[in-house]
């Protein structure tokens, strides 16, 4: 089984803008992060809103040719641009899930990235690359896309068994 790795969240500075609102600063981005601007995976464009501890992604994309090649492209600063504009102080940043391999392998790479659109979709349905993704018309009390307030003994030991982790504390 191939397991990528996680690295980041990496964030990416701004600057105001005369026109009042806040631009992406990307110059340097790449200076200081050891050679993964040359691996390849997937990476999240995402923003922590102030006075969080959680991030919220806002942009899945996947690097088959290079992290550096991918994530700062013309047309992905242009989606990144339009979430940042919905916050006045969130804090944008990139994580990068790398590949473990030097060679690409696209399907894996593929099937991970589907993975986070479609978890980022029920994470954020403002996501700029959900991709035809949409929620289940179902969902497990007190485990999974839940509206209880507290998971039942039940809940807990179905979500145990399966390894579901659930905002409700399972």
Known sequence: MTEFVV???FPIPTYKQAS???AL???AFWE???GLQ??????VF???PPRTKTYTPYYV???TNTFKHEVFHASKLNKYQRALNDYKRGAPAIFLLVHPRTKTNRKEITELEDFLIMMGFAANQDIQNDQGAKLPGWSIKGVVRSTAKKASAEAKLIA???KIKSRLGV
């Open 7 to 9: 690295h980041g969240p």
């Open 20 to 22: 009042g609102g806040r």
């Open 25 to 27: 600063y990307t110059g």
């Open 32 to 34: 200081n992060l050891d």
């Open 38 to 43: 040359s691996r390849h995976g997937v990476y």
């Open 46 to 48: 995402a923003i922590k």
């Open 61 to 63: 994309g996947q690097a």
């Open 160 to 162: 145990g068994m399966f």
